[in-house]
T-cell receptor
Framework: DQQVKQNSPSLSVQEGRISILNCDYT??????FLWYKKYPAEGPTFLIS?????DKNEDGRFTVFLNKSAKHLSLHIVPSQPGDSAVYFC???????????FGAGTRLFVKA | NAGVTQTPKFQVLKTGQSMTLQCAQD?????MYWYRQDPGMGLRLIYY???????DKGEVPNGYNVSRLNKREFSLRLESAAPSQTSVYFC?????????FGPGTRLTVL
């Protein structure tokens, strides 16, 4: 049973518009959430994170929202740029942090 | 500062062959990880090493062994490769919660 789910395998957005990537989790013990970005033939790179004590974290064009009651987090990218086209992985960590669980990823296409 | 390096980049094995995937990091991180990525499955943790001298099983450890050779190096060994181990393997290291990944090794087992 997947503990972290990204239900949209792909998303297509026009350049300049907002991209919203969603993630759901089932384990209420997770206390730290992360988003990673992956280009083809490269390893994932860290994008942004949020602790369970917060409901929002912002870094430039990227904002992550956490709704603990719904066990849902989302990544907003505003404005979207063609260089944002990549696979985005949602990840969740339990206390201690070692056994991070990753979602299956969402492929974002930003059209120029 | 090379970050996390992995060798080889590509490998083709026959069923039953053995091989070792190498990983090294130059960031002085305590913790290191091995993941596999399969289509539609995300990254799944195989083994991790919280610190030098310790290793622990992750979500999918069967068919693999690991060695934390020193603080820098963490290797993954397939003793008898199977077609189900065809995957892309990523090594990662971390000082805290954020993981730094290597470029990956694409392994095909025929």
């Amino acid at each position: 049973d997947q503990q972290v789910k990204q239900n949209s395998p792909s998303l297509s957005v026009q350049e300049g518009r907002i991209s919203i990537l969603n993630c759901d989790y089932t384990n209420s013990m997770f206390d730290y959430f992360l988003w990673y970005k992956k280009y083809p033939a490269e390893g994932p790179t860290f994008l942004i994170s949020i602790s369970s004590i917060k409901d929002k974290n912002e870094d430039g064009r990227f904002t992550v929202f956490l709704n603990k009651s719904a066990k849902h987090l989302s990544l907003h990218i505003v404005p979207s740029q063609p260089g944002d086209s990549a696979v985005y992985f949602c990840a969740a960590s339990p206390p201690g942090g070692f056994k991070t669980i990753f979602g299956a990823g969402t492929r974002l296409f930003v059209k120029a | 500062n090379a970050g996390v390096t992995q060798t080889p980049k590509f490998q083709v094995l026959k069923t039953g062959q053995s091989m070792t995937l190498q990983c090294a990091q130059d960031m002085n991180h305590n913790s290191m990880y091995w993941y596999r990525q399969d289509p539609g499955m995300g990254l799944r943790l195989i083994y991790y090493s919280a610190s030098e001298g310790t290793t622990d099983k992750g979500e999918v450890p069967n068919g693999y062994n690991v060695s934390r050779l020193n603080k820098r190096e963490f290797s993954l060994r397939l003793e008898s490769a199977a077609p189900s181990q065809t995957s892309v393997y990523f090594c990662a290291s971390t000082p805290t919660d954020t993981q730094y990944f290597g470029p990956g090794t694409r392994l095909t087992v025929l």
